[in-house]
């Protein structure tokens, strides 16, 4: 029975009735009856007992008096005190102190809310003195007062929240919350939370006094394969003196680190293709700007730049006008940022790069000083600083494979993502009339022309559509990071070597050019950091290309001949 209930005083009430019928002087009870006799005796006492400990479990004006008032050593000793016996109405004073609603008046402790003051013991309402002066939380307070709300979570209905806070206690041991554990363990029907709460009052005797307690407790963690527990274990296990407990540390250890290993290295697999998948979103634009057009620009990362403002601009409209629908922004803002982007290449193409054709080198001069233009043009319409995007309710979060291994939702989706662009473009490029003309005019210009294709309109749609999926990749990018003026100039290197390594004009060797060089980034980091490892992969693109300058894929046909 729980006896902190309201049904408890009246059951006890009854016992105390019968109590007194049986001590009536009205009431004969033969001699012989001295057995009945006793038994009310011990049912009453027992009755007395069990009375006493329920308005014991109840919350005090005194335990408010000292929560409030005095020292903060002598209030957070107090806090302890009643998370040892906790109950709903501490529960609700101890939140009511976290969001400074209480105040007091001499000795008088109020909660008040919406002007209206109650008494935190009883819950009725108590007029406001106006001399009422409001509770001082200093930040180590507020701490302790946060860690005993979390702690009393412990004992929530919602078995959701109770395994958030068995975690919580787990990654932060505190002695003082082991009785509340074992409260909670000895109520608790949920396996996943019982073992968790086994998992954090093995925490907590990690450090006890007891070697036979701390040998059991490195036993148990051994189940608890997150890096937190390993620092608890390895914090442990260099102040441990006894050789068995020592042993069994060393033990768990290992066996964390056996299954954090596979987490480690199945982590740095997914951030290889992550890379890789944005690089992919990246260098899809410029293998057709760069690789079929022969076009260097340098201004592919600021056409992203522009993508994400423009994703920008929508979701800033949907948040005023649309708030209802702000999660379905981004359906919105792909295409505006492909029809943004494709629109500023088209008049780039059309009042500059068009006289340029044939002539590289000027055409790299020619789109970097357009890149310096696009970039200080932001600057003046938006400022110099990063803005924020929020991405929607349904990329946020993530998968949680392993303990140390989270795949978060937005990366998923751009993967996902890259690969419908991939699809996309090769279907276009290969499979469609456009695509049928942007290889004739590419590959061979006046035969095109005699042939009675208008290629200054071609080049016009090419080079829009290398534009617009470099609007895509911004979009892309805006859910992952910073949106700024000089986001292009993170990944415009990255995107020319993996045009470069793939082979120009070839989008199966862009892909898997954007894939290696993703992995091989990733993988070299955790061994060498990110500076070495970008030198390595560096290196390794020099030399490769030494060896085979047409890249993985080499052009084939009269245009490689060219």
Known sequence: MNLGEGCALPFFMGIWMNCFSFFSPATELPRRSTTRRLVAYVTCGLALALLGQTTALALTAEQTRALTLGETDARITALQKALAAPDAPTAAFLQAMADDAVKVNGTQVLVVRDGKATDPVTGEPTPLPDSAEDVINNNRMRGEIDAALSALQLLSPDAALRLQAAKSALKEPDPTKLGMIDKALANEANEGVKQQLLLARAAILLNSDKADERLASAKTLADSQTPDTQLLLNQRLSQEEDKHVRAQLQTSLLTIQAALSWGEKLGALF???????????????????????????????????????????????????????????????????????????????????????????ETLLATWGISLVLMQGVRSIFGAQNVGVENPSWMSGGVQLLANLSLPYNRLIIIGFALFVLVGMTLLISQTRLGLFVRGVTQNRPMASALGVNTARIDTYAFSLGCGIAGLAGCALSQIGNVGPD?????????????????????????YAALGLGLMNKLLEGIAGAVLAKIAVLVFIIVFIQKRPQGIFAMKGRSAEA
């Open 271 to 361: 951030t290889g293709v992550s890379l890789a998948s944005i690089l992919l979103l990246v260098a899809l634009g410029l293998a057709i700007t760069y690789g079929l057009m022969g076009v260097i620009n340098m201004a592919h990362g600021e056409l992203m730049m522009i993508g994400a403002y423009a994703t920008y601009m929508v979701q800033g409209l949907f948040r005023q006008y649309l708030p209802g629908l702000f999660d379905a922004y981004l359906l919105v803002a792909i295409p505006a940022s492909f029809l943004a982007t494709a629109l500023v290449g088209a008049v780039l193409e059309r009042l500059v790069l068009r006289h340029l054709y044939g002539r590289p080198l």
């Open 487 to 511: 986001l292009g100039q993170s990944y415009i290197v990255d995107a020319f070597m993996v045009v470069v390594l793939g082979g120009v004009g070839q989008l199966a060797g862009t892909v």
